[in-house]
């Protein structure tokens, strides 16, 4: 079974601070990692995601994420916060097998950005 | 080429009434998902289909619950006898359909509120 805990419903930051939303999750094969964005009144957008390899993942709008396997975490950071990066975000993970299709997500993070 | 549709964008009901909601996906994409979002809930997962076929349906909350699709392509979701906790944002997703941790697309969302 599969479950993806995202620490903190609310995060506030400055416009030019460090942006870290921690994602923790738990799977009993390798899993597949996502981090998804979702502005007001629209869908989900893919920022990046984990799959095999390099567990540094870059993704769009300067995000990255690190796979780190003996922390079961995938923490998405951004060096800089614009305030264009306000919205929420969602960790998921899909483990593949009979679940091929699956996303399971987070309760998701949402980022206030401060002037 | 043009994104994931989903109609309508909003539907209002009354309790016990019947709702269709439709969903086109990317052109060329096998997998077709949907999930439900609510504030109770989170995000969850319905049910994903590869072709016609829906090889997980593990995430229907009930029986007044179905999802079709035809051709390959268009998906309805209906909810049969509607109930006040059935109001949702009701999301749909695609794929390509070929590898495990493709990318998943999503629309805009159906916003379903059950009087």
């Known amino acids: 079974a599969q479950s993806v805990t995202q620490l903190g419903s609310h995060v506030s930051v400055s416009e030019g601070a460090l942006v870290l939303l921690r994602c923790n999750y738990s799977?009993?094969?390798?899993?597949?990692l996502f981090w998804y964005v979702q502005y007001p009144n629209q869908g989900l957008q893919l920022l990046l995601k984990?799959?095999?390899?390099?567990?540094l993942v870059k993704g769009i709008n300067g995000f990255e994420a690190e796979f780190k396997k003996s922390e079961t975490s995938f923490h998405l950071t951004k060096p800089s916060a614009h305030m264009s990066d306000a919205a929420e975000y969602f960790c998921?993970?899909?483990?593949?097998?009979?679940?091929?299709?699956?996303?399971?997500f987070g309760a998701g993070t949402q980022v206030v950005v401060t002037p | 080429g043009a994104g994931v549709s989903q109609s309508p964008s909003n539907k209002v009901t009354e309790k016990g009434k019947d709702v269709e909601l439709r969903c086109d996906p990317i052109s060329g994409h096998t997998a077709l998902y949907w999930y439900r979002q609510s504030l109770g809930q989170g995000l969850e997962f319905l049910i994903y289909?590869?072709?016609?076929?829906?090889?997980?349906k593990s995430g229907l909350p009930s029986d007044r619950f179905s999802a079709e699709r035809t051709g390959g392509s268009v998906s309805t979701l209906t909810i049969q006898r509607t109930q006040q906790e059935d109001s949702a944002v009701y999301l749909c997703?695609?794929?390509?359909?070929?590898?495990?941790?493709?990318?998943?697309?999503f629309g805009p969302g159906t916003r379903l509120l059950v009087l």
């Open positions: 289909f590869q072709g016609n076929s829906a090889p997980d």
């Open positions: 984990y799959t095999t390899g390099a567990t």
């Open positions: 799977s009993s094969v390798p899993p597949y």
């Open positions: 998921a993970v899909s483990e593949g097998g009979d679940s091929w299709g699956k996303l399971q």
């Open positions: 997703a695609s794929s390509l359909g070929q590898v495990v941790g493709e990318t998943q697309y």
